[in-house]
């Protein structure tokens, strides 16, 4: 295996781990306020179809992203309206918002299938790409990339100090006495819902205006769904996410390891590793499932309302 | 603000009346959403409700695209009954048409009796394997059927385009992602001639038959029901877990893979990379429209096959994506989750909460 190869894989580790990093710290960020919202997926491709069509018509990616934002948190709100203010069962809330959604993009972005847009393109920051090894994957990615980092940073010390991060981890831990003391419990839901939509959608945004850069129904290919794995592998912890996602991005362009090593395998069951990587995932972590346990925040998933 | 006043005891009127509710706002959803595309809505929801089953050929087509749709909901709403949340009858059932499709295969030039039963049976049993899988992994290795479910289902979506694209590519079928057409002696026969309606609608009937009296006459299926709304009396009671969740996986997989089977044997005649357009995924929304009861999922699948139907219709008459199909399904199941808050709760408008509280 000679050093472009290797360069490229990690080059391509990042980009095809970006998309799971952002959509997954959205829903981490749900989570810990006791929200389990498996709409992922539908709000991940309705950012991707909306986005898309933001960008074809003003030719600005950026707008194209923030269009995508948009229309994940907008997605977002249907959730929170039927599983928070409706108190519905979020499972099949969140199911019913991937249904849904899948079917809402598919709709609006048919016309849209085998369009081009221009990709967002890549900020080289110059002489350091010239680094071998590692100068491309780090220092020559797109603007996402990077934010996605800011963001993940962001997050980690949202966690790790401040009032912020104790807020959300109240309403997940025990919204009663969260709400007994004062705290705005449903507000708090609604904010990391939003979130974790805005997330979703910029996670859906990245593939299709950076990572493909095109839309084709039911882009997202399961990716809201690993990355659901994904917050149950970092143990709802904010620093394993990004080592998840990237190895989730591995797993993805296994291929062209593979190539690496001049062996050829189908495609197709190549294409098969990023979910079997997950379900082994799933079964190393559930192997010990008090241990789990202790990381999950204690109301997730469960109705709750505000009784008085 | 809305505020929700938990009731004494659960609605049984509403019980009922949500799925209707729900349907009902679907359809006046669904006039605004063909106004808002410059359609005149009822006319559209004639074209997509109506003229679908305006004919006999109209009504066998519907019970073409309902068969499959109700194997998968009689057996999903098995395994929601026992609490199991198995969302991979998609998997299952793609699974059963690729093992259907290896014995198929194998029987293009031959006119042996056995051929069409021996199809079936490897649909059921490709169905089984993957719904075992789930069930090993939840048993044995406490993994959560939801993500494994989903996972498993892009697996076998993947394992379906290796199958069209490596061993069962059509040698003579000039490259394309297609297995050979199968023989006359593997497809399921016609019911009326003129028709589609195969004999996977007798399957359905006696899936519809089998499902109700395991539900309501069995004793494990009075078991998979203490299971389902309280694990801890199950345990209690000494019920067997293990078998329970073995048994309601494994029914539900069976029946998904019979419907995957039935469709390559059926109206397709072939394996095709597209052999299912989600009917593992509508048969959620069938099992729960239908209030995991085989009587009520049938209503439901039967709707559910019309929205497939109405999505082509309006493909064809108003030039609206396909994908139509997809926004009326999340639609149904939203309405339906919004309005089973009734069955638990009131709603009261609550200006002030503290007047509200004090009442």
Redesign the interface.
């Known amino acids: 295996m000679d050093l472009d190869l290797l360069t490229n894989i990690l080059y391509l580790t990042i980009r095809t781990g970006t998309p799971l990093l952002l959509v997954a710290l959205g829903e981490l960020v749900c989570e810990k306020s006791g929200v389990l919202n498996?709409g992922q997926e539908?709000m991940m491709l309705m950012g991707a179809v909306v986005g898309f069509i933001a960008a074809f018509y003003s030719g600005n990616v950026y707008l194209g992203f923030a269009m995508a934002a948009c229309a994940g948190i907008a997605m977002s709100l249907?959730f929170g309206f039927?599983a928070v203010?409706?108190?519905?069962?979020q499972?099949?809330?969140g199911?019913?918002?991937t249904?849904?959604?899948?079917?809402?993009s598919?709709?609006i972005g048919?016309?849209f299938e085998g369009k081009t847009i221009t990709a967002l393109p890549t900020l080289a920051v110059g002489f350091v790409e010239t680094i071998p090894l590692i100068g491309r994957p780090l220092f020559a990615q797109d603007a996402m990339v990077y934010f996605s980092w800011i963001l993940f940073i962001a997050i980690y010390l949202f966690f790790k100090q401040g009032r912020g991060g104790l807020k959300v981890r109240a309403a997940g831990e025990n919204p009663t006495v969260g709400s007994n003391l004062g705290l705005p419990v449903l507000k708090i839901r609604y904010l990391s819902i939003m979130f974790g939509g805005a997330m979703a959608g910029l996670a859906g945004g990245y593939l299709s205006l950076a990572y493909t850069p095109l839309w084709t129904?039911n882009m997202t290919?399961?990716r809201g769904?690993i990355a659901?794995?994904l917050v149950?592998f970092a143990s709802w912890r904010v620093g394993r996410i990004m080592l998840g996602a990237y190895l989730f991005g591995f797993a993805s362009i296994m291929h062209l390891v593979l190539q690496g090593f001049g062996l050829s395998i189908?495609s197709?069951?190549l294409?098969?590793l990023p979910?079997?990587a997950?379900?082994v995932v799933?079964?190393f972590l559930?192997?010990n499932?008090e241990r789990l346990k202790q990381f999950e925040p204690m109301a997730l998933g469960k109705p709750w309302?505000k009784t008085? | 603000m809305i505020r929700l006043e938990p009731r004494p005891a659960i609605s049984g009127f509403w019980t009922y009346a949500s799925p209707v509710t729900a349907v009902l706002l679907t359809l006046i959803t669904g006039a605004f959403l063909f106004a808002a595309l410059g359609q005149a809505p009822l006319e559209a929801l004639h074209i997509y409700f109506i003229s679908p089953i305006a004919d006999w050929y109209g009504i066998t087509e519907l019970f073409v695209k309902a068969v499959p749709i109700l194997l998968c909901a009689y057996g999903l709403a098995l395994c929601y009954r026992a609490a199991v949340w198995n969302i991979g009858a998609e998997g299952q059932l793609l699974m059963g048409g690729i093992f259907a499709s290896v014995i198929a295969v194998q029987f293009v030039d031959s006119d042996a009796w056995l051929a069409m039963p021996i199809t079936m049976l490897a649909g059921v049993a490709g169905g089984m394997v993957w719904a075992g899988i789930v069930a090993f992994l939840k048993l044995k290795m406490n993994t959560n059927e939801t993500l494994s479910t989903i996972m498993m289902n892009y697996i076998a979506l993947n394992l379906l385009l290796y199958s069209v694209h490596g061993p069962l590519k059509d040698p003579h079928g000039f490259n394309f992602p297609e297995s050979a057409l199968f023989g006359d002696s593997t497809l399921l026969p016609i019911l009326f001639e003129g028709t589609r309606l195969h004999l996977g609608l007798a399957f359905s009937l006696l899936a519809l038959a089998a499902t109700w009296v395991f539900i309501s006459r069995s004793f494990i299926g009075f078991q998979i029901q203490v299971m389902g709304q309280d694990q801890a009396a199950a345990k209690m009671a000494g019920f067997n877990k293990t078998k329970l969740v073995l048994t309601v996986l494994l029914i539900c997989g069976g029946l998904a893979g019979l419907a995957g089977a039935g469709e390559v044997a059926g109206p397709i005649g072939q394996l095709v990379p597209h052999i299912s357009p989600g009917y593992g995924y509508s048969a959620i929304i069938v099992a729960f429209l239908g209030r995991l009861h085989p009587v009520g999922i049938t209503l439901a699948g039967l709707l559910m096959a019309l929205i497939y139907m109405g999505g082509e219709m309006s493909q064809i008459f108003l030039g609206l994506p396909n994908a139509i199909t997809g926004v009326f399904q999340g639609l149904i199941l939203f309405f339906l989750l919004s309005s089973d808050v009734l069955i638990r709760y009131r709603i009261r408008w609550a200006s002030n909460p503290m007047k509200a509280g004090a009442a």
């Open positions: 498996l539908g249907v039927v203010t409706l108190n519905a069962n499972v099949a809330t199911l019913a918002l249904i849904f959604g899948t079917g809402l598919a709709f048919a016309s129904e290919a399961g769904w659901l794995a149950v189908s197709n069951l294409a098969t979910y079997v997950t379900i799933l079964v559930s192997k499932i309302h008085h």
